[in-house]
């Protein structure tokens, strides 16, 4: 390799590169990940001395239940997930048909992606407000509809649909957030992602299948999923990833985590422990515990996508 | 030949004519009503950004914003209606009710009435409208109700379409705007200027540079992009709030974590620590990211440019700036969009490094203000319509690197 003083310079002129980077790197990205390795044994409200707690924490964990729910909670609203895929899937392939204008779809589908932060919570709040929001209005005039056509045919049957409390209902709040995540996401990255990997399916590919009869179903089981398979299998990792650790700023904005808990995900809850009761120690330990988690849900994916996925 | 015809398979029929004008025009339909689904919601924000409160949480919502204006002491006013003395048309009876209780029932008015726990409508027309002057935010609690009610014939009511751009200088002034926005962008541009100098800097040394341990720590590099913010995030918040200290200890000074104010007596922050730029900014310039998609970038250049310039005597510095650096425009640029909007979009980080309400970023401010805006929703939506504004200009100025920074990288938008 390089010998001698000519190595010694080398690593001189190599350090003045990567050096501020590197410093950086060291300080705020990895000698934290190994404070927070050793944060998890300890109690700390970071104005008393630490308290050495051994596995104390991590027995704590296990037996919150609290943190389980809030697991629940996050699996949950990974749900997305694969709605959103799908979603953005569809949207792709309509989209790749170039007709005239595409552009302007393709833009106005990315905006929602591009603007979601605290202004298009708030909105969305609105939109979900049980009595005067967007969601339960339309729910309203479908259910005067349906009057509408019962009376036309005769039928006595009426119906009241009046929409769910949506963020005030437990059992509605995480589908809500769903379906907001979904507005969000569908015309996103993904569906630039499937864009572009949809152009590079060679159209031979389809002539063959025209040939040989096949019918759009066919089309897509065949050629269309297998070739976008690749993309899919980054998508839903990084999916996954993501999902894992998400979640915060919606629940902070939109329903302070409520009601009861069903909106709190795991990054709420280490929120909630470190920042409004400094407990600094079992918060590590629940960071960790996600990162375990978002470890081994990787792992397995990656075992099943490869399998799966068809490269070229 | 015609037996090689025959045992070709049938070739499904092509779609001409009509049945192709057919699919293409449902094509479009469906996608403009899908862009309809989508952008309804921000044509929302923006009509209720210019409403008045009190037609915001109304049943039907308003689509086009209106305001009540009346005529009071020969000035025409924006007003709050609140109620109504109406005259019922049966016993002449005149009764003062409120204004939700004034409805139309059969092409007429009617006031609907509680008796014995059911709803009455009874026929009635209203013979006087009690209304106040409406200011949205100018007047401290309370004051509002303590302006004069004044009473007014109903034809003396208009209610026409009318936007109150008002409501965004009322968001400006009720909350420390302008400065969220300086402080949003003071942090966003630093670090793009942090990342695309260390990060190419850094790059450059991994791609093109031979020293031991390059790999190595490399590796180390994307390694850490596995793991969740929500790790590294505590141990940085202790050593944010200890740095101060720390540092002041070492230098035996008290700079590091003091306030400071300007000379008008605005809050400037401290130089470390909680509520400092340095760290709103700083901790985020460092993530693997840059580094890790520009230096795959750089090793696309061909040597043939480095090779050459050497031979004419080109420092390694000189081959940064001279070669490298130009032709990863596109690149730089690239990151340069991601890292300013992830910046601009970032939630947490300041959320907790921030106490003061003038050290806030924009989304931070617009958040904790939620509570005291309370029932003015619509300042509220103008501070989000003013959150989403840069976040839109930046995109559609640098969509060509966004879109092709997604391909590049699979990078999260």
Redo the contacts between chains.
């Keep these: 390799?390089?010998a001698g003083g000519s190595?010694r310079r080398?690593?001189a002129?190599?350090l003045l590169?990567?050096g501020?980077?590197?410093i950086?790197?060291l300080?705020?990205?990895?000698?934290?990940?190994a404070?927070?390795f050793l944060?998890a044994f300890y109690r700390w409200d970071?104005i008393s001395a630490p308290r050495f707690a051994g596995l104390g924490n991590l027995q704590d964990l296990m037996a919150d239940a609290n943190f389980w729910y809030y697991l629940y909670n996050t699996t949950f609203l990974m749900l997305g997930v694969p709605l959103g895929m799908f979603g953005s899937m569809f949207?792709a392939i309509?989209?790749a048909?170039n007709?005239p204008g595409m552009w302007a779809?393709r833009?106005?589908?990315?905006?929602?992606?591009?603007?979601?932060?605290?202004?298009?919570f708030?909105?969305?709040q609105?939109?979900y407000?049980p009595?005067?929001?967007?969601a339960n209005?339309l729910i309203r005039q479908f259910g005067d509809g349906v009057n509408v056509v019962m009376a036309a045919i005769h039928l006595p049957w009426r119906v009241a649909w009046n929409g769910p409390r949506w963020l005030d209902d437990p059992a509605w709040a995480k589908p809500a957030l769903i379906l907001m995540g979904l507005?969000g996401g569908i015309?996103?990255?993904n569906m630039?992602?499937y864009l572009?990997a949809l152009r590079n399916i060679p159209p031979e590919l389809y002539e063959a299948a025209?040939?040989?009869?096949?019918?759009a179903w066919a089309r897509f089981r065949h050629i269309t999923w297998p070739m976008l398979s690749p993309t899919t299998f980054?998508i839903f990792i990084?999916g996954i990833?993501?999902g894992?650790?998400g979640g915060?700023?919606m629940a902070?904005?939109m329903t302070g985590g409520g009601p009861d808990g069903a909106t709190t995900t795991i990054?709420y809850y280490?929120?909630q422990y470190?920042?409004q009761w400094y407990e600094?120690g079992y918060?590590?330990a629940i960071?960790?515990a996600?990162?375990g988690i978002?470890?081994i849900a990787?792992l397995i994916n990656w075992k099943v996508g490869e399998r799966h996925v068809h490269y070229e | 030949m015609d037996l090689d015809q025959a045992k070709l398979?049938?070739?499904?029929p092509?779609r001409h004519g009509v049945w192709n004008k057919i699919a293409?025009g449902s094509?479009?339909l469906?996608?403009t009503i899908?862009?309809a689904?989508?952008?309804?919601?921000?044509y929302?924000?923006v009509t209720?950004s210019v409403k008045s409160s009190d037609n915001?949480?109304?049943?039907?919502?308003q689509w086009v914003p209106r305001q009540r204006f009346a005529m009071i002491d020969g000035k025409r006013l924006p007003v709050l209606i609140l109620g109504h003395r109406v005259r019922l048309t049966e016993s002449g009876e005149q009764i003062e009710v409120e204004p939700r209780q004034l409805v139309r029932r059969g092409g007429r008015q009617a006031v609907r009435l509680e008796v014995d726990g059911r709803a009455v409508f009874k026929a009635a027309e209203s013979v006087a409208v009690r209304v106040r002057e409406q200011r949205e935010i100018d007047l401290a609690e309370g004051e509002q109700d303590r302006l004069d009610a004044h009473w007014i014939k109903p034809d003396a009511l208009s209610y026409p379409v009318h936007l109150r751009w008002d409501n965004y200088a009322k968001a400006w002034q009720a909350v420390p705007f302008g400065r969220a926005y300086i402080n949003s962008l003071i942090v966003s541009l630093s670090r793009v200027l942090g990342v695309l100098?260390?990060?190419s800097?850094?790059a450059?040394?991994?791609a093109r540079?031979?020293?031991?341990g390059?790999d190595k720590?490399f590796f180390?590099?994307l390694a850490?992009l596995?793991?969740?913010?929500?790790?590294?995030?505590?141990?940085?918040?202790?050593?944010i709030?200890k740095m101060p200290v720390l540092l002041d200890g070492l230098f035996g000074t008290h700079l590091f974590g003091a306030n400071f104010y300007s000379l008008t007596g605005t809050y400037l922050g401290r130089p470390m620590g909680l509520d400092s730029y340095f760290a709103l900014a700083?901790?985020g310039?460092?993530?693997?990211y840059g580094?890790f998609m520009l230096r795959q970038f750089f090793r696309t250049i061909a040597r043939d440019y480095e090779e050459a310039a050497r031979i004419d005597g080109c420092s390694?510095f000189g081959v940064?700036t001279r070669i490298v650096l130009p032709l990863s425009i596109p690149a730089l640029a690239t990151l340069g969009i991601f890292t300013f909007?992830g910046s601009w979009?970032g939630?947490?980080w300041p959320?907790?490094i921030t106490f003061d309400d003038h050290m806030k970023t924009v989304?931070?401010l617009?958040?904790s203000f939620?509570s005291e805006y309370g029932t003015l929703?619509t300042l509220?939506?103008a501070?989000?319509?003013l959150?989403?504004i840069p976040?839109?200009i930046v995109?559609l100025i640098g969509?060509k690197f966004f879109?092709r920074g997604?391909?590049i990288g699979?990078?999260?938008?």
């Design positions: 390799m390089i190595r080398a690593i002129v190599a590169f990567v501020p980077n590197l950086g790197f300080v705020f990205t990895s000698l934290p990940v404070a927070a944060l970071l949207l309509v989209l048909r007709l779809y833009t106005a589908f990315f905006l929602p992606s591009i603007t979601a932060g605290v202004g298009t708030i909105l969305w609105w939109i407000s009595d005067f929001g967007l209005w507005w015309g996103g990255t630039i992602l572009a025209d040939i040989d009869g096949a019918g980054f990084m990833i993501g894992f650790q915060f700023a902070h904005v990054s280490i929120y470190a920042y600094m918060a590590a960071a960790l996600m990162f978002v470890l990787t | 398979p049938a070739r499904r092509r293409v094509t479009y469906f996608l899908v862009v689904g989508m952008l309804f919601p921000f929302w924000m209720t915001v949480f109304v049943d039907p919502p100098i260390t990060s800097l850094a450059f040394a991994f540079l031979e020293w031991p390059r720590i180390a590099y850490t596995m793991i969740p913010g929500a790790v590294t995030m505590i141990p940085v918040f202790i050593l709030t700083v901790p310039m460092f993530t693997a580094t390694t940064y909007l979009r939630y947490i959320l907790i989304p931070v617009l958040r939620q929703y509220l939506m501070g989000s319509v959150d989403v976040v839109l995109f969509q879109m997604i391909q699979g990078v999260k938008g």
